[in-house]
């Protein structure tokens, strides 16, 4: 087997300052491998009539080492020396076709060379990269222009398509199940219908939060995305979480980023330890059954629960300080007023109380 220098592009970014490459980075690179070498077949197929049996099989790219000045991953063209003793002309033109690709700027006509069919490749390469990456294909270069960027990966796509795919996390209700397709719908937070498909690992978590309002999910995967950015499909689950009283939990995780003066100069921001307890405490005992409420921070640092009704107004109070649960209650309607105290750990009778008290 022979080898010889290909190209060694760089990944700019705060993920790529240690100069290493995520693995995510590396699919990037593996799609332009099978770019290279189905241009190349293209190419050839225009010169000659027909490829070899066995081109692609001889051929590949690999990572001969990652080199500083963030991620520099210098990759070696490698061929089996008995049937490719030299790297073909088309390896080459395809090569440089890609940069001529990736370098034409917003207005500019596209090579006339590069197939329509192409283009999709750019669903996956660069499909890692996060707002602020790029990949520069010829960073040496004095006049490099092929910086591959999220938004003009993006445009490469759509050039010949109505849409394009791009890594996504999205968060709602899973609200349908089919078990034969393997498809399914979720409603976003954002309360737009998402369909989505799923494999066997991730069955039984989703027939878990099917219709269970008390329970979302996260599902971070591959999107397909039409040309205004809305999200149409999720094609495949890379990862799936259970998310146990997203709303609520997520009104106290706000609280997060609250700094000592928040009130108008004054008032103390909560413990982020003390919410993270609390946050953890709401997963485990909040009743499946109770509204929830809203969370409202105090000027001396505590935490507030809310249910506020045109006649009812009930307040539970988490003082971190005294460990304890306060409640107070006011009914307009019968002008009953309830104050009582719980331990910090008496949830379970401090939300059987709010409950009744809702019912008056």
């Known amino acids: 087997m022979t080898q010889e220098p290909f190209i060694q592009p760089r990944f700019v970014g705060p993920r790529f300052e240690g100069h290493t490459l995520p693995l995510s980075a590396a699919k990037d690179l593996a799609a332009y491998e099978e770019l290279v070498l189905e241009l190349a077949r293209h190419l050839v197929r225009q010169k000659h009539g027909r490829v070899k049996k066995g081109f692609a099989q001889v051929f590949s790219l690999h990572i001969e080492r990652i080199d500083d000045g963030s991620a520099k991953p210098a990759l070696v063209a490698m061929m089996l020396g008995a049937l490719l003793p030299d790297l073909p002309p088309e390896i080459v033109e395809a090569k440089d076709l890609i940069n001529s690709v990736i370098a034409t700027e917003a ?32 960073p040496d270069s004095l006049t490099n222009k092929t910086v591959l ?23 709602g209700l899973v609200e349908s199940l ?14 737009e219908t998402v369909t989505f498909a799923f494999d066997d690992p991730f069955f039984s978590d989703l027939k ?6 008390r329970l979302d999910v996260s599902l971070k995967g591959i999107g397909v995305f039409d040309v205004n950015d809305r999200l149409t499909a999720i094609t495949a689950i890379e990862q799936l979480e259970l998310l146990p009283h997203l709303k609520l939990v997520g009104g ?26 609390l946050m953890n405490e709401m997963i485990r005992a909040f009743p499946a059954d109770l509204e929830y409420p809203a969370v409202v921070p105090t000027e001396d640092g505590n935490v507030v629960f809310e249910w506020i009704r045109s006649e009812t107004r009930i307040e539970l109070e988490v003082n971190f300080e005294g460990k304890q649960l306060e409640l107070y209650a ?3 309607k019968t002008n009953q007023f309830v104050e009582e105290t719980y331990p910090q750990d ?8 709010v409950s009744t008290l809702l019912l008056a």
């Open 107 to 138: 207005g500019q006509t596209f090579p006339a060379a590069f197939p329509k069919d192409c283009y999709s490749y750019f669903n996956r390469i660069g499909r890692s990269l996060e707002e602020g990456e790029s990949i520069e294909w010829l």
């Open 330 to 332: 006011t009914n307009l």
């Open 346 to 353: 008496g949830w379970a009778d401090a939300f059987d109380k």
């Open 208 to 213: 878990e939060a099917l219709g269970n309002r």
């Open 178 to 191: 089919d078990t034969k397709r393997r498809t399914g719908t979720l409603s976003s937070l954002e309360n």
């Open 252 to 277: 106290i995780e706000a609280l997060l980023e609250l700094e000592d003066g928040w009130l108008e100069g004054g008032g103390k921001a909560p413990d982020p330890e003390r919410l993270t307890g």
């Open 149 to 171: 960027t999220p938004v003009k990966r993006k445009r490469l796509v759509l050039a010949h398509r109505e849409t394009y795919e791009a890594e996504v996390n999205v968060a």
